[in-house]
């Protein structure tokens, strides 16, 4: 999958061309949300920062096009309000 203007942060490029000359497979940290994934980084697990702490994400295939950010969620869902009777009797 081929985009146009796909941003990636230079340093994060640099760090994932070194590791595949020398065939290692590292946890590599990255505060830069916005970077694409391509197809060099398949096969490499990336630390994606979330605002609070770094979540690993294994890049697969299917990944390449999208941004890092989408696969390190930043906020947790916790459920909708729970009707209490007080709330029910109400309506």
Not at 10 to 23: A, R, S, T, V
């Amino acid at each position: 999958m081929s985009k146009k203007n796909m941003f990636v942060d230079p340093k994060l490029l640099e760090k994932i061309q070194n590791l595949n000359k020398k065939g290692e497979k590292k946890v590599i940290k990255v505060w830069c949300r916005r970077s694409a994934i391509t197809k060099e980084m398949i096969g490499h697990t990336i630390a994606v920062h979330n605002g609070k702490t770094h979540i690993p994400v294994y890049i697969t295939q299917d990944m390449v096009g999208h941004r890092l950010g989408e696969f390190a969620a930043t906020r947790t869902f916790r459920g909708h309000k729970v009707p209490t009777a007080r709330t029910v009797t109400k309506t």
